[in-house]
């Protein structure tokens, strides 16, 4: 039975069996028996890792250890509120920063992305409305049938097994997903890296 830490592109975090090409950190969230608490909404570094770094092994959901979330992409991290980690995705964290326009202690950064992403003492992903003429490739919008990319001039609509066949950009107001910390990096140029292939 697959754990709890497949992480959606609405902050949602699911039980799912596919593990995607990204992990991620925002420390302990599960208790001894590897059920999520409320504690996902406590820490302010969300970061998104490689999966594989200098060989190191570890279980899943040990106790007292942080908890490892999965992505299907960097764009659905991005969506859910994570940035690039400094240790194994530094080249990304620090063209991120750059991007974003942001300059001084990481820690800053990451209390500005918390109030972007996270609705307070509701455990809820803070959503805005804006026109879609207006957002950057590799955001995420919230579309009738759930999350959908835009990438490419097209809408990719989302789901937990990945990305389902492109369809006609929307015109007018979108509620978007992707924190406006992340669109800022976006608009500056960063590109995440997209999984539009099963």
Known sequence: MPLQNRVQ??????????????MGNRG?????????????????AWVCCLLAFKSRRRPLMASGAYTELFF???AVALAAGHR???????????????????????????????????????????RHLADAATLPEGCFILCD?????????????????????????????VTVLTPAPTLTALRAGYTPEISLHK
């Open 145 to 173: 049938t759930g999350p959908a990319l835009l990438w490419h001039g097209a809408l990719y609509p989302f789901a937990p097994s990945g990305y389902g066949p492109a369809q006609t950009r929307p015109m007018g107001a």
């Open 28 to 44: 302990i969230l599960h208790d001894p028996d590897q059920r999520l608490t409320h504690r996902r909404w406590r820490h302010k």
């Open 72 to 74: 299907h992409d960097e």
């Open 84 to 126: 690039p980690c400094g240790e194994c995705r530094r080249a990304d964290f620090n063209a991120f920063l750059d991007a974003a326009d942001h300059a001084g202690p990481v820690a800053d950064f990451d209390t500005r992305l918390h109030a972007a992403r996270a609705i307070p003492r509701r455990f809820a992903q803070r």
């Open 9 to 22: 592109p609405t902050g949602d975090i699911l039980a799912h069996p596919a593990r995607g090409r990204f």
